[in-house]
Protein backbone atom coordinates (compact mmCIF):
# COMPACT_ATOMS: atom_id res chain seq x y z
CA UNK A 1 0.00 0.00 0.00
CA UNK A 2 1.39 3.61 -1.04
CA UNK A 3 1.03 5.92 1.87
CA UNK A 4 1.64 9.91 2.18
CA UNK A 5 3.81 10.86 5.32
CA UNK A 6 2.19 14.04 6.62
CA UNK A 7 2.68 16.53 9.49
CA UNK A 8 0.45 15.50 12.57
CA UNK A 9 -3.14 17.32 12.44
CA UNK A 10 -2.98 20.11 16.04
CA UNK A 11 -4.93 19.87 18.54
CA UNK A 12 -7.26 22.60 17.26
CA UNK A 13 -8.25 20.32 14.34
CA UNK A 14 -8.67 16.98 15.78
CA UNK A 15 -9.76 17.91 19.24
CA UNK A 16 -7.58 18.84 22.40
CA UNK A 17 -8.08 16.04 24.56
CA UNK A 18 -8.44 13.19 22.20
CA UNK A 19 -12.35 11.59 21.60
CA UNK A 20 -15.33 11.85 23.54
CA UNK A 21 -16.58 8.86 21.69
CA UNK A 22 -15.65 6.23 19.86
CA UNK A 23 -17.49 4.01 17.91
CA UNK A 24 -15.95 0.65 16.10
CA UNK A 25 -17.85 -1.84 13.96
CA UNK A 26 -20.96 -1.10 15.69
CA UNK A 27 -23.89 -3.72 15.04
CA UNK A 28 -27.70 -3.93 15.11
CA UNK A 29 -29.54 -6.32 13.31
CA UNK A 30 -33.29 -6.51 14.54
CA UNK A 31 -34.98 -10.07 14.04
CA UNK A 32 -37.80 -10.57 11.60
CA UNK A 33 -40.12 -13.20 12.99
CA UNK A 34 -42.74 -15.27 11.53
CA UNK A 35 -46.19 -15.25 11.75
CA UNK A 36 -48.39 -17.77 13.48
CA UNK A 37 -48.97 -19.46 17.06
CA UNK A 38 -45.19 -20.79 16.90
CA UNK A 39 -43.04 -17.36 15.89
CA UNK A 40 -39.56 -18.68 14.75
CA UNK A 41 -36.86 -16.20 13.41
CA UNK A 42 -36.54 -16.03 9.82
CA UNK A 43 -34.63 -13.20 9.12
CA UNK A 44 -32.63 -10.14 10.57
CA UNK A 45 -33.18 -6.21 9.50
CA UNK A 46 -29.63 -5.04 9.54
CA UNK A 47 -30.46 -1.69 10.54
CA UNK A 48 -26.56 -0.55 11.47
CA UNK A 49 -23.72 -2.78 10.43
CA UNK A 50 -20.16 -2.47 10.74
CA UNK A 51 -20.25 1.70 11.25
CA UNK A 52 -17.07 3.58 12.89
CA UNK A 53 -16.43 7.06 13.79
CA UNK A 54 -15.19 9.15 16.41
CA UNK A 55 -16.99 12.24 17.80
CA UNK A 56 -14.63 14.91 19.01
CA UNK A 57 -14.80 16.63 22.76
CA UNK A 58 -16.80 19.69 22.40
CA UNK A 59 -17.03 18.90 17.93
CA UNK A 60 -20.06 18.02 16.26
CA UNK A 61 -20.47 15.22 13.82
CA UNK A 62 -23.11 15.12 11.25
CA UNK A 63 -24.76 12.19 10.22
CA UNK A 64 -27.06 12.11 6.91
CA UNK A 65 -28.18 9.46 4.45
CA UNK A 66 -31.76 8.63 2.88
CA UNK A 67 -34.65 7.57 5.07
CA UNK A 68 -33.72 3.91 6.74
CA UNK A 69 -30.50 3.72 6.34
CA UNK A 70 -29.67 3.63 10.05
CA UNK A 71 -28.61 6.83 10.83
CA UNK A 72 -31.45 7.12 14.20
CA UNK A 73 -30.60 3.34 15.12
CA UNK A 74 -27.67 4.70 15.53
CA UNK A 75 -28.26 7.69 17.89
CA UNK A 76 -30.26 5.05 20.07
CA UNK A 77 -27.38 2.67 20.59
CA UNK A 78 -25.44 5.64 21.47
CA UNK A 79 -27.48 6.22 23.96
CA UNK A 80 -28.30 2.54 24.75
CA UNK A 81 -32.31 3.12 24.08
CA UNK A 82 -31.17 -0.07 21.78
CA UNK A 83 -28.61 -2.56 22.82
CA UNK A 84 -26.11 -3.34 20.46
CA UNK A 85 -25.59 -6.46 18.52
CA UNK A 86 -21.98 -6.42 18.68
CA UNK A 87 -19.50 -3.61 18.19
CA UNK A 88 -17.68 -1.44 20.85
CA UNK A 89 -18.55 2.18 21.60
CA UNK A 90 -16.25 3.78 24.31
CA UNK A 91 -17.28 6.75 25.86
CA UNK A 92 -14.76 9.30 27.58
CA UNK A 93 -12.19 6.17 27.54
CA UNK A 94 -15.23 3.66 29.04
CA UNK A 95 -16.62 0.44 27.43
CA UNK A 96 -20.58 1.15 27.03
CA UNK A 97 -21.87 -1.24 24.87
CA UNK A 98 -21.79 -4.12 27.06
CA UNK A 99 -23.00 -2.35 30.39
CA UNK A 100 -26.90 -3.18 31.58
CA UNK A 101 -29.20 -0.64 32.68
CA UNK A 102 -27.79 -0.44 36.32
CA UNK A 103 -24.48 -0.21 35.22
CA UNK A 104 -25.38 2.90 32.48
CA UNK A 105 -27.29 5.09 35.44
CA UNK A 106 -24.42 7.14 36.03
CA UNK A 107 -23.53 7.97 32.47
CA UNK A 108 -27.38 8.64 31.50
CA UNK A 109 -26.14 12.45 32.76
CA UNK A 110 -23.65 12.68 30.40
CA UNK A 111 -25.00 10.84 27.25
CA UNK A 112 -28.51 12.75 26.61
CA UNK A 113 -30.53 12.80 23.32
CA UNK A 114 -33.03 15.36 21.45
CA UNK A 115 -35.77 13.36 19.63
CA UNK A 116 -37.10 14.34 16.36
CA UNK A 117 -41.02 15.17 17.49
CA UNK A 118 -40.99 17.71 19.93
CA UNK A 119 -44.35 16.93 20.95
CA UNK A 120 -44.33 12.90 21.26
CA UNK A 121 -41.24 12.88 23.34
CA UNK A 122 -42.92 15.42 25.80
CA UNK A 123 -45.23 13.81 28.62
CA UNK A 124 -48.80 15.77 27.43
CA UNK A 125 -49.79 15.15 31.31
CA UNK A 126 -46.94 16.59 32.62
CA UNK A 127 -46.25 20.41 33.26
CA UNK A 128 -42.83 21.63 31.41
CA UNK A 129 -41.19 22.35 35.23
CA UNK A 130 -42.03 18.57 36.08
CA UNK A 131 -40.51 17.96 32.35
CA UNK A 132 -37.85 19.53 33.02
CA UNK A 133 -37.19 18.70 36.62
CA UNK A 134 -37.53 15.01 36.91
CA UNK A 135 -33.98 14.74 35.31
CA UNK A 136 -32.57 16.70 37.77
CA UNK A 137 -34.67 14.56 40.71
CA UNK A 138 -33.76 11.03 39.56
CA UNK A 139 -29.56 12.41 39.43
CA UNK A 140 -29.88 14.09 42.22
CA UNK A 141 -28.47 16.91 40.62
CA UNK A 142 -29.41 20.03 43.19
CA UNK A 143 -31.28 19.45 46.38
CA UNK A 144 -35.46 19.07 45.94
CA UNK A 145 -35.79 23.33 47.35
CA UNK A 146 -33.59 24.22 44.11
CA UNK A 147 -35.13 21.89 41.76
CA UNK A 148 -37.72 25.01 40.60
CA UNK A 149 -35.11 27.96 40.50
CA UNK A 150 -33.04 25.53 38.11
CA UNK A 151 -35.98 24.70 35.82
CA UNK A 152 -36.20 28.46 35.19
CA UNK A 153 -32.61 29.02 34.78
CA UNK A 154 -32.76 26.36 32.23
CA UNK A 155 -35.80 27.79 30.33
CA UNK A 156 -34.22 30.82 29.92
CA UNK A 157 -30.80 29.74 28.38
CA UNK A 158 -33.32 28.17 25.96
CA UNK A 159 -35.14 31.04 25.47
CA UNK A 160 -38.12 30.82 26.88
CA UNK A 161 -40.46 32.28 29.23
CA UNK A 162 -39.14 30.96 32.99
CA UNK A 163 -42.87 31.76 34.38
CA UNK A 164 -44.18 29.20 32.04
CA UNK A 165 -42.73 26.23 33.99
CA UNK A 166 -46.37 25.07 35.26
CA UNK A 167 -47.91 25.25 31.60
CA UNK A 168 -48.59 22.02 29.54
CA UNK A 169 -46.77 21.10 26.31
CA UNK A 170 -50.29 21.36 24.35
CA UNK A 171 -49.79 25.18 25.19
CA UNK A 172 -46.69 25.71 23.14
CA UNK A 173 -45.71 25.69 19.78
CA UNK A 174 -43.26 23.46 17.73
CA UNK A 175 -40.53 25.52 17.92
CA UNK A 176 -41.13 26.02 21.72
CA UNK A 177 -41.48 22.40 22.12
CA UNK A 178 -38.36 21.64 20.67
CA UNK A 179 -36.98 24.40 23.08
CA UNK A 180 -38.26 22.41 26.01
CA UNK A 181 -36.63 19.04 24.39
CA UNK A 182 -33.08 21.08 24.68
CA UNK A 183 -33.94 22.19 28.12
CA UNK A 184 -34.72 18.90 29.59
CA UNK A 185 -31.13 17.35 27.36
CA UNK A 186 -28.95 20.43 29.37
CA UNK A 187 -30.50 19.76 32.62
CA UNK A 188 -27.71 17.55 33.47
CA UNK A 189 -24.89 19.27 31.47
CA UNK A 190 -24.15 16.54 29.56
CA UNK A 191 -20.32 15.59 27.77
CA UNK A 192 -22.65 14.83 24.82
CA UNK A 193 -26.03 15.21 23.00
CA UNK A 194 -27.25 13.18 20.24
CA UNK A 195 -29.34 15.25 18.30
CA UNK A 196 -31.74 13.17 15.91
CA UNK A 197 -33.14 15.34 13.92
CA UNK A 198 -34.05 17.96 15.90
CA UNK A 199 -34.90 21.04 13.14
CA UNK A 200 -36.85 18.73 10.22
CA UNK A 201 -40.58 18.81 12.48
CA UNK A 202 -40.06 22.70 12.41
CA UNK A 203 -41.07 25.96 9.92
CA UNK A 204 -38.20 26.93 7.99
CA UNK A 205 -38.27 30.40 9.99
CA UNK A 206 -37.95 28.42 13.23
CA UNK A 207 -35.57 26.01 12.14
CA UNK A 208 -32.58 29.12 12.16
CA UNK A 209 -33.43 29.79 15.66
CA UNK A 210 -33.35 26.10 17.37
CA UNK A 211 -30.14 25.54 14.91
CA UNK A 212 -28.13 29.07 16.62
CA UNK A 213 -29.39 27.91 20.13
CA UNK A 214 -28.01 24.49 19.73
CA UNK A 215 -24.60 26.36 18.64
CA UNK A 216 -24.86 28.85 21.56
CA UNK A 217 -25.11 26.06 23.96
CA UNK A 218 -22.37 24.33 22.27
CA UNK A 219 -20.02 27.01 22.62
CA UNK A 220 -21.59 27.52 26.38
CA UNK A 221 -21.01 23.98 28.04
CA UNK A 222 -18.74 22.82 25.63
CA UNK A 223 -20.70 19.63 24.53
CA UNK A 224 -20.03 17.30 21.78
CA UNK A 225 -22.69 16.61 19.27
CA UNK A 226 -24.21 14.04 16.81
CA UNK A 227 -26.08 15.87 15.08
CA UNK A 228 -28.41 13.60 12.58
CA UNK A 229 -30.61 15.19 10.03
CA UNK A 230 -31.75 15.15 6.18
CA UNK A 231 -31.14 18.86 5.85
CA UNK A 232 -27.54 18.93 4.11
CA UNK A 233 -27.25 22.88 4.33
CA UNK A 234 -28.08 22.28 7.94
CA UNK A 235 -25.63 19.97 8.86
CA UNK A 236 -22.81 21.53 6.70
CA UNK A 237 -23.29 24.31 8.60
CA UNK A 238 -23.72 23.17 12.10
CA UNK A 239 -20.67 20.48 11.46
CA UNK A 240 -17.33 20.51 10.84
CA UNK A 241 -17.07 16.95 10.18
CA UNK A 242 -20.04 14.53 8.61
CA UNK A 243 -20.33 10.97 7.68
CA UNK A 244 -23.09 9.33 4.65
CA UNK A 245 -24.55 6.69 5.51
CA UNK A 246 -26.53 4.26 2.99
CA UNK A 247 -28.31 0.89 4.02
CA UNK A 248 -26.75 1.09 7.81
CA UNK A 249 -23.25 1.32 6.62
CA UNK A 250 -20.76 4.55 6.38
CA UNK A 251 -19.72 4.90 2.57
CA UNK A 252 -17.78 8.34 3.11
CA UNK A 253 -16.55 10.48 5.96
CA UNK A 254 -14.84 13.86 5.79
CA UNK A 255 -14.24 17.22 7.05
CA UNK A 256 -17.08 19.28 5.35
CA UNK A 257 -15.32 21.08 3.42
CA UNK A 258 -13.89 18.55 1.41
CA UNK A 259 -17.12 16.09 1.34
CA UNK A 260 -19.37 18.99 -0.20
CA UNK A 261 -16.71 20.14 -2.58
CA UNK A 262 -14.93 17.29 -3.65
CA UNK A 263 -17.24 14.08 -2.59
CA UNK A 264 -15.39 10.54 -4.03
CA UNK A 265 -18.50 8.23 -3.52
CA UNK A 266 -21.51 7.80 -5.71
CA UNK A 267 -23.69 8.09 -3.16
CA UNK A 268 -22.44 11.34 -1.73
CA UNK A 269 -22.16 12.66 -5.51
CA UNK A 270 -25.92 11.85 -6.02
CA UNK A 271 -26.59 12.86 -2.79
CA UNK A 272 -25.45 16.58 -3.32
CA UNK A 273 -26.48 16.91 -6.81
CA UNK A 274 -29.79 16.72 -5.30
CA UNK A 275 -29.50 19.68 -3.07
CA UNK A 276 -30.65 23.02 -3.99
CA UNK A 277 -27.63 25.21 -4.29
CA UNK A 278 -27.99 29.27 -3.36
CA UNK A 279 -25.05 30.02 -4.60
CA UNK A 280 -25.17 28.01 -7.60
CA UNK A 281 -28.44 29.93 -8.02
CA UNK A 282 -27.04 33.07 -8.04
CA UNK A 283 -24.52 32.82 -10.17
CA UNK A 284 -26.94 31.16 -12.97
CA UNK A 285 -27.26 27.92 -14.56
CA UNK A 286 -27.95 24.67 -12.73
CA UNK A 287 -25.84 21.68 -10.85
CA UNK A 288 -26.06 18.43 -13.12
CA UNK A 289 -28.38 16.35 -11.24
CA UNK A 290 -27.21 12.72 -10.88
CA UNK A 291 -30.17 10.38 -10.96
CA UNK A 292 -30.42 6.98 -9.05
CA UNK A 293 -31.97 4.11 -11.01
CA UNK A 294 -33.51 1.34 -8.93
CA UNK A 295 -34.97 1.24 -5.18
CA UNK A 296 -33.18 0.81 -2.18
CA UNK A 297 -32.32 -2.52 -1.26
CA UNK A 298 -34.08 -4.11 1.43
CA UNK A 299 -32.17 -4.60 4.94
CA UNK A 300 -33.21 -7.83 5.14
CA UNK A 301 -31.16 -9.16 2.54
CA UNK A 302 -28.67 -6.12 0.97
CA UNK A 303 -26.38 -7.14 -1.84
CA UNK A 304 -23.09 -8.50 -1.82
CA UNK A 305 -20.20 -6.67 -1.53
CA UNK A 306 -21.19 -3.02 -2.40
CA UNK A 307 -24.47 -2.25 -0.86
CA UNK A 308 -24.45 0.51 -3.28
CA UNK A 309 -23.65 -1.43 -6.36
CA UNK A 310 -27.17 -2.08 -7.41
CA UNK A 311 -27.65 1.89 -8.05
CA UNK A 312 -24.35 2.88 -9.42
CA UNK A 313 -22.62 3.87 -12.39
CA UNK A 314 -19.34 2.32 -11.80
CA UNK A 315 -19.87 -0.94 -10.63
CA UNK A 316 -18.26 -3.95 -11.94
CA UNK A 317 -18.12 -7.68 -10.85
CA UNK A 318 -15.65 -6.60 -8.31
CA UNK A 319 -18.23 -4.84 -6.59
CA UNK A 320 -20.33 -7.82 -6.22
CA UNK A 321 -17.33 -9.80 -5.01
CA UNK A 322 -15.84 -7.84 -2.37
CA UNK A 323 -17.21 -5.26 -0.12
CA UNK A 324 -14.86 -1.93 -0.01
CA UNK A 325 -13.27 -0.42 3.09
CA UNK A 326 -13.35 2.52 4.16
CA UNK A 327 -10.49 3.75 2.92
CA UNK A 328 -8.53 7.18 4.20
CA UNK A 329 -7.60 8.89 1.02
CA UNK A 330 -6.41 12.42 2.89
CA UNK A 331 -6.28 14.17 5.66
CA UNK A 332 -9.78 13.91 7.11
CA UNK A 333 -11.36 12.03 4.54
CA UNK A 334 -12.38 8.23 4.47
CA UNK A 335 -14.09 6.84 1.47
CA UNK A 336 -15.68 3.26 0.81
CA UNK A 337 -15.93 2.24 -2.97
CA UNK A 338 -13.40 0.75 -5.20
CA UNK A 339 -13.85 3.19 -7.74
CA UNK A 340 -13.44 6.29 -5.38
CA UNK A 341 -13.19 9.68 -7.18
CA UNK A 342 -14.50 12.74 -7.93
CA UNK A 343 -17.02 12.74 -10.86
CA UNK A 344 -15.60 14.49 -13.58
CA UNK A 345 -12.47 12.68 -12.91
CA UNK A 346 -13.22 8.69 -13.10
CA UNK A 347 -13.09 7.84 -16.94
CA UNK A 348 -14.69 5.21 -18.49
CA UNK A 349 -12.88 1.42 -16.56
CA UNK A 350 -10.91 3.05 -14.35
CA UNK A 351 -8.54 1.17 -11.96
CA UNK A 352 -10.23 0.16 -8.93
CA UNK A 353 -8.15 1.75 -5.81
CA UNK A 354 -8.40 -0.96 -2.83
CA UNK A 355 -7.08 -4.13 -4.61
CA UNK A 356 -3.68 -3.27 -2.90
CA UNK A 357 -5.45 -2.66 0.32
CA UNK A 358 -7.52 -5.86 0.13
CA UNK A 359 -4.32 -7.49 -1.48
CA UNK A 360 -7.18 -9.76 -4.47
CA UNK A 361 -6.90 -8.97 -7.69
CA UNK A 362 -9.61 -7.00 -10.34
CA UNK A 363 -11.51 -10.40 -10.45
CA UNK A 364 -12.02 -10.40 -6.23
CA UNK A 365 -10.11 -13.52 -6.12
CA UNK A 366 -6.63 -13.29 -3.23
CA UNK A 367 -3.14 -12.49 -4.65
CA UNK A 368 -0.56 -14.65 -3.50
CA UNK A 369 1.73 -13.34 -0.65
CA UNK A 370 -0.10 -10.08 -0.53
CA UNK A 371 -0.09 -8.66 2.49
CA UNK A 372 -3.20 -6.97 4.68
CA UNK A 373 -3.67 -5.01 7.47
CA UNK A 374 -7.25 -6.18 8.50
CA UNK A 375 -7.10 -4.11 11.83
CA UNK A 376 -6.50 -0.80 10.09
CA UNK A 377 -8.90 -0.96 7.53
CA UNK A 378 -12.65 0.47 8.97
CA UNK A 379 -11.10 1.35 12.25
CA UNK A 380 -12.55 4.75 13.47
CA UNK A 381 -10.36 7.91 13.38
CA UNK A 382 -8.11 9.04 11.13
CA UNK A 383 -4.08 8.49 10.99
CA UNK A 384 -1.11 10.59 10.30
CA UNK A 385 -0.64 8.51 6.90
CA UNK A 386 -3.03 8.46 4.20
CA UNK A 387 -3.12 6.51 1.03
CA UNK A 388 -2.72 8.72 -1.42
CA UNK A 389 -5.50 7.96 -4.72
CA UNK A 390 -3.36 8.95 -7.39
CA UNK A 391 -0.52 6.50 -6.46
CA UNK A 392 -2.84 3.66 -4.84
CA UNK A 393 -4.27 3.29 -8.00
CA UNK A 394 -0.80 3.06 -9.96
CA UNK A 395 -0.12 0.25 -7.30
CA UNK A 396 -3.76 -1.63 -7.36
CA UNK A 397 -2.76 -1.57 -11.27
CA UNK A 398 0.25 -3.40 -10.62
CA UNK A 399 -1.96 -6.17 -8.47
CA UNK A 400 -4.24 -6.41 -11.06
CA UNK A 401 -1.64 -7.09 -13.73
Not at 71 to 90: A, C, E, F, N, Q
Not at 202 to 223: M, R, T, W, Y
Request: glycine share 8%; aromatic share 6%; hydrophobic share 35%.
Amino acid sequence: MTQTDVTPASGSERGTSGPILEVSNLTKHFPVRSSGLIRRTIGQVQAVDGVSFQVQRGQSLGLVGESGCGKSTTGRLITRLYDPTSGSMKFDGREIATLNNKQMLPLRSEIQMIFQDPYSSLNPRHTVGTIVGTPLRVHKVVPEKQVLNRVRELLEVVGLNPEHYNRYPNEFSGGQRQRIGIARALALQPKLLVADEPVSALDVSIQAQVVNLLQDVQKEFGIAFLFIAHDLAIVRHFCPEIAVMYLGKIVEIGDRETLYNRPHHPYTQALLSAAPDVKQAAIGGRRDRIRLEGDVPSPINPPSGCRFRTRCWRAEDLCAKVEPPLLQIGKQHKVACHFAGEFDAVGEKPVPSTLAALGVNRAGDKVADATVDVESLDKAGYDDTWTDLAEHRQASAQVAG
